[in-house]
């Protein structure tokens, strides 16, 4: 068998992510700090890709994640490609969502420690993403938050099955349910996150981080990791498909479409409606309105 021969960073000419290797570490930074750092489909390719090219790198000990600017880590799904892409082809979303969950389980699964470096808000997907690395430093004028049952989603690729394990099970219930912000001292608090610094102390703190795990055992690090992840692992494995497929049925549902429009239109819900027009039978998507009507 032939040797892997590792790459070069600069040599993947990636458009949505910035990939840097050296000093034992691999830092890959989303790019699209002007849709406030989200992942489309592109984006979760190039992350693969990344992932993918850092767990055969021996000369890569750690990865770091980060988001470009000081505004987000990352936001999740890109609701711009969902509303133009997914909202009336389902299928493709079934299949986004595969790259989706691969990229995060390959994140999760990658044998080398990860830190999730903070920068800016981390919301939906992006604390899903923040919470597959094994630590996390942020900067203390951030927050994490999930809008999901807000927006027309569940946050079920991730922070359905992890959070009750992180903070337990009524704070998990009050992240998931009221959509409100948690800023980076509460989220220190409740074990959500390692460490909290002011911004200009934040690559500090990550590089001091990285020199701690860079000075362990490989091997050894590799196997605790595996160890660590049985309870994370085993309530994904048992909920992951089932919400692959829930969530792509309902791409098509009246919740969806009036949240993905509501974001478009940059418009608030009204959620009374649609909780009237349920009671009176007039809920559905626009498609399947269309059919009723014929």
């Known amino acids: 068998?032939?040797?892997?021969?590792?790459?070069?960073?600069?040599?993947?000419?990636?458009?949505?992510?910035?990939?840097?290797?050296?000093?034992?570490?691999?830092?890959?930074?989303?790019?699209?700090?002007?849709?406030?750092?989200?992942?489309?489909?592109?984006?979760?390719?190039e992350l693969d890709i990344a992932l993918n090219d850092a767990s055969w790198d021996d000369e890569v000990a750690v990865i770091i994640l980060t988001g470009a600017g000081t505004k987000a880590f990352c936001t999740g799904a890109d609701m711009k490609e969902w509303n133009e892409d997914f909202?009336?082809?389902?299928?493709?979303?079934?299949?986004?969502?595969?790259?989706?969950?691969q990229t995060f389980e390959r994140l999760r699964n990658i044998g080398k420690p990860t830190i999730a470096r903070i920068n800016g808000m981390a919301v939906g997907g992006g604390n899903e993403l923040q919470m597959s690395c094994d630590l996390a430093i942020a900067a203390e004028d951030t927050f994490i938050k999930h809008v999901g049952v807000a927006r027309g989603s569940v946050p079920a690729a991730g922070a359905t099955q992890w959070l009750p394990l992180?903070?337990?099970?009524?704070?998990?219930?009050?992240?998931?349910?009221?959509?409100?912000?948690?800023?980076?001292?509460?989220?220190?608090?409740?074990?959500?996150?390692?460490?909290?610094?002011?911004?200009?102390?934040?690559?500090?703190?990550?590089?001091?981080?990285?020199?701690?795990?860079?000075?362990?055992?490989?091997?050894?690090?590799?196997?605790?990791?595996?160890?660590?992840?049985?309870?994370?692992?085993?309530?994904?494995?048992?909920?992951?498909?089932?919400?692959?497929?829930?969530?792509?049925?309902?791409?098509?549902?009246?919740?969806?479409?009036?949240?993905?429009?509501?974001?478009?239109?940059?418009?608030?819900?009204?959620?009374?409606?649609?909780r009237r027009d349920q009671t009176s039978g007039r809920a559905g998507s626009p498609s399947k309105r269309q059919r009723r009507s014929k």
């Open 87 to 101: 909202r009336d082809h389902p299928s493709d979303f079934y299949k986004w969502m595969g790259v989706f969950i």
């Open 166 to 274: 992180i903070v337990g099970d009524r704070r998990a219930r009050e992240i998931l349910l009221l959509c409100e912000s948690i800023p980076a001292n509460q989220a220190l608090e409740w074990g959500l996150i390692n460490r909290v610094v002011p911004r200009k102390k934040l690559d500090q703190a990550v590089n001091e981080m990285a020199d701690k795990l860079i000075d362990k055992l490989p091997e050894c690090t590799r196997y605790a990791k595996q160890q660590l992840n049985f309870w994370r692992d085993l309530s994904w494995g048992l909920t992951i498909g089932h919400a692959k497929d829930w969530l792509t049925v309902h791409t098509d549902s009246a919740e969806v479409h009036e949240g993905v429009q509501a974001f478009v239109e940059k418009r608030e819900i009204d959620y009374q409606k649609l």
């Open 1 to 45: 068998m032939t040797k892997y021969s590792a790459k070069s960073a600069s040599s993947f000419k990636f458009k949505s992510i910035r990939y840097h290797k050296g000093n034992w570490r691999a830092t890959i930074t989303i790019n699209r700090p002007e849709v406030h750092n989200a992942l489309n489909f592109n984006t979760l390719r």
